[in-house]
């Protein structure tokens, strides 16, 4: 009996609205958390850093992608490279980056509507999304992906908007106010909130077994959406703080506590909360945080299917949904898990674990790599990564050191998230080692 294959449906521009579409919520909401730890030349410090980590990075997994089009992205490659103990651990750090960013996310969207319809919880809202954008990924993917371009483009044209509305209020001055409140401990404490601008982009490789003619259409996608995030990061991180300094953009008025509404506190700066502009730009403004909570839910579930797919989790979530043609286990699984995660409040210390899983997958993936490159020489490679080794090399070292400074940080949150890595590698061990290939 022939396996029901994952179905070809998707073009390079629906990859590119795939990419940004992933991340661009970090431009909405989080990142100016960074300026509470590092302040403005801290945050950007870490940024520029981050930037120069994820450049290198989309180009060395680019090449990996584009060689090895299969839904599972990061475990493909460390697996093929690095063996399946590896590829276990490369594999957990994934998916711990796709199940547990959407929580916060749903989150930021609930607490979003909670402000238009304050009778209705923010836990209805939020789980609401979760029904709706997981449906909409098991009914088809070429579905969920035109809806991710379409919400996509009208962020990314709410985010030049914005720009255009607070630049010509920009003032240099602005981002020289108490730049390194913490001094340049600041610049190692912000490096999550650097990494959030970012986070999910490699998501594009884990629907290559999707797109039509994966070999090029991975390389125009995930080239074209790391350009766009670099300049939207810059162009929004300029615009809102260079308004009245980074603490405008943290402090709503009247409170020490630290906002998750950059944007609208940028704004309330340079015009009233009734006025029209104002309220155009805070309604588009909840199609960033869609983008990359659905966009996340579509990546994610297929890291889950080919984990199960592989053997390094139970096979039920490696099947594929006979009708429609998705992973529709993968999904449901990845959607309960973030439910329960939704269910802890603890939005902040949901994005760092997601970030943790992030740099472990980072890490393993350049490692594999080098390992591919060495025990493959003659795989047929469509896209060759430019300026080897440095390319890859500076994106492991970037990683290594985002990943120590991170932990050093946030030690609890380390430990939990080496907690989950090493209690899944022991069940995978245990019950599923001896069954794999």
């Not at 940004?20 to 590092?38: H, T």
């Not at 493909?76 to 103990?85: F, S």
Request: with cysteine; net charge neutral; charged share 10%.
């Amino acid at each position: 009996m022939t396996k029901v294959q994952l179905k070809r449906a998707l073009t390079p521009l629906m990859l590119w609205g795939l990419g940004v579409g992933y991340v661009i919520s970090g431009m909405y909401f989080g990142w100016n958390l960074g300026l509470a730890e590092g302040g403005t030349y801290g945050l950007a410090i870490a940024t520029a850093f981050i930037i120069l980590m994820y450049v290198t990075f989309t180009f060395s997994y680019t090449e990996m992608a584009c060689a090895i089009p299969k839904a599972g992205g990061a475990f493909e490659y460390a697996h093929r490279g690095l063996g399946k103990h590896l590829g276990f651990i490369a594999g957990i750090a994934q998916n711990i980056e796709f199940i547990f960013a959407p929580p916060a996310i749903a989150a930021a969207i609930g607490a979003y509507l909670n402000l238009v319809y304050p009778t209705i919880d923010i836990m209805v809202f939020a789980i609401g999304a979760y029904l709706i954008f997981t449906i909409i990924n098991v009914v088809g993917v070429k579905l969920a992906a035109s809806f991710e371009l379409v919400v996509t483009i009208l962020a990314v044209l709410e985010l030049l908007i914005f720009a255009g509305v607070t630049l010509p209020e920009f003032e240099m001055a602005n981002l020289r106010m108490n730049p390194l409140p913490n001094g340049y401990e600041g610049i190692l404490a912000a490096i999550p909130f650097a990494i959030w601008f970012f986070l999910a982009i490699e998501g594009v490789a884990n629907v290559a077994e999707e797109a039509i003619n994966p070999q090029r259409s991975i390389l125009i996608g995930f080239g074209s959406a790391i350009a766009t995030l670099v300049f939207l990061c810059v162009l929004t991180f300029v615009s809102a703080v260079g308004v009245a300094g980074w603490e405008a953009v943290v402090y709503p008025e009247g409170s020490s506590i630290p906002s998750d509404s950059p944007l609208p506190l940028a704004l309330s700066q340079i015009m009233d909360n009734g006025h029209f502009l104002y309220k155009l730009l805070i309604g588009i403004g909840l199609l960033g945080l869609i983008a990359s909570f659905h966009g996340i839910i579509l990546a994610g579930g297929r890291a889950t299917f080919e984990f199960g797919r592989r053997g390094y989790a139970p096979k039920s979530l490696g099947k594929v949904q006979s009708r429609f043609r998705t992973p529709a286990n993968a999904l449901v699984f990845n959607t309960v898990i973030g439910i329960i995660a939704l269910f802890t409040g603890a939005t902040g210390e949901i994005i760092t674990i997601a970030c943790f899983g992030a740099l472990g997958l980072y890490v393993v993936s350049m490692c594999s790599f080098f390992a591919l490159r060495k025990k493959e020489p003659a795989m047929e490679r469509p896209f060759k990564v430019p300026m080897f080794p440095f390319f890859p090399l500076t994106a492991l070292v970037i990683s290594v050191v985002a990943l120590l400074a991170m932990a050093y940080y946030n030690p609890i949150l380390a430990a939990i998230f080496f907690g989950i890595v090493g209690l899944s590698y022991i069940f995978f061990l245990l019950f599923l080692n001896k069954k794999m290939e």
